[in-house]
């Protein structure tokens, strides 16, 4: 797989030992920064790895920053984008499974570093399941292209 990979100088080190193991698991890797420990701003990383993906050039896409959550809404404001932040193997698994994230992002300051290895590979395992998420995802995407145009009430669920 194709995977855009991106941190702030928070998630600098954790970013790198994620794609080294990556690239052991023989995944094609393009780090899009930063490149050292210097303070950055998390948005020009979420940004550059939400345009990497939803452009069609990577697979999937990795963002690391102090706790996840300012570089996945950065991610997040990129058409097509769907960042989850998460904290464990369950989290991971269910952000494939019925929301068919496109992004995953980490917490340096929140995770363990070899939990965080573990729960990348575990999210890259795992599958959407399509089906009634599918449809609910199906609506998350028409949010993004149609804001003006959406039912006030939310549609039957079954
Ligand atoms: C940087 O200090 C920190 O704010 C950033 O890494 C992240 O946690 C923001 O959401």
């Known amino acids: 797989m194709r995977i855009a990979v991106a941190s702030d100088h928070a998630g600098f080190e954790l970013k790198n030992r994620i794609a080294g193991r990556l690239k052991e698991l023989g995944h094609e890797i393009d780090d899009l920064g930063c490149s050292g420990p210097e303070s950055v701003d998390y948005p020009d990383y979420g940004a550059a790895v939400g345009r990497a993906v939803a452009g ?6 990795i963002l690391v920053c102090g706790t996840g959550i300012g570089i996945g809404m950065a991610a997040n404001k990129i058409l097509g984008i769907r960042a989850a932040t998460v904290h464990d193997r369950f989290t991971a698994a269910m952000s494939r499974e019925h929301n068919d994230a496109n992004v995953l992002c980490l917490g340096a300051r929140v995770l363990d570093p070899a939990h965080a290895v573990e729960i990348t590979e575990h999210w890259l395992a795992a599958e959407f399941e399509g089906g009634r998420h599918g449809r609910r995802v199906n ?17 039957e669920v079954p």
């Open 56 to 61: 069609g050039a990577c697979t999937r896409g």
């Open 139 to 155: 609506k998350i995407n028409q949010l993004d292209v149609q804001p003006d145009s959406q039912p006030d009430q939310p549609g």
